[in-house]
């Protein structure tokens, strides 16, 4: 079992560009989370989805966009990037049996100038 | 006020010792407690829940104060494997199960 995987680990972006962050699990795990961790700062919700084609909004949504069309996969997608979504973001799953047993990937880290 | 405040630190500890973290929560609907572990530059992990009674996993031990709205963990015989970022979580009612984190504290097990 892979866990989590997320794709890419470092980018930088220029300010106004667009990206996706991949990520897939192989748990069979019915839900899945987008966190945002600034340094200094708690990990902050920005979308999650509880099974395929549902996604609801977390704390921080604003200027990201999400979809769930299988159960392994939950990409982000950056729009019009800006330095504020400067941050390491963390994908992670759960079973809706344990949903505080949360399995993180290793991260994406970005970096928009 | 932050919904679960953690001190920082860094904690810096000799190996053996043993040391305890506290960390306060604001919402007294506060529903579920948890302890997760950060390594330097790496993903949080669980590494335990955290429950009414108290609860003891190895050399750590995890204890809850509703009354005091707050949440320990005592860390004994410290390891240098220890040291990591150790992030509070809380869930609260109305909150969908979701997460709530705190910033976490810093811990530096030394030789």
């Known amino acids: 079992n892979a866990g989590v995987t997320q794709t890419p680990k470092f980018r930088i972006l220029k300010i106004g560009q667009s990206m996706t962050l991949q990520c897939t699990q192989d748990m069979n795990h019915n839900y899945m989370y987008w966190y945002r961790q600034d340094p200094g700062m708690g990990l902050k919700l920005i979308y999650y989805s509880v099974g395929a084609g549902i996604t609801d909004k977390g704390e921080v949504p604003n200027g990201y966009n999400v979809s769930r069309s299988t159960t392994e996969d939950f990409p982000l997608r950056l729009e019009l990037a800006a330095p504020s979504q400067t941050s390491v973001y963390f994908c992670?799953?759960?079973?809706?049996?344990?949903?505080?047993?949360?399995?993180f990937g290793p991260g994406t880290r970005l970096t928009v100038t | 006020r932050k919904e679960v405040e953690q001190d920082p630190g860094p904690f810096n500890v000799p190996e053996g010792a043993t040391v305890a973290f506290n960390c306060t929560y604001s919402n007294s609907a506060s529903q579920s407690f948890f302890w997760y572990r950060q390594d330097c530059r790496k993903e949080p992990k669980l590494l335990m829940s955290v429950y009414s009674s108290g609860n003891e996993d190895g050399r750590f031990t995890a204890q809850l104060n509703r009354a005091s709205q707050y949440i320990s963990l005592l860390i004994r015989d410290s390891k240098l494997s220890d040291s990591a970022t150790y992030l509070c979580?809380?869930?609260?009612?109305?909150?969908?199960?979701?997460?709530?984190f705190g910033t976490g504290t810093q811990l530096k097990v030394e030789l």
């Open positions: 992670a799953s759960s079973s809706p049996l344990a949903v505080y047993e949360q399995y």
């Open positions: 979580v809380v869930t609260f009612t109305g909150g969908g199960n979701k997460l709530t």
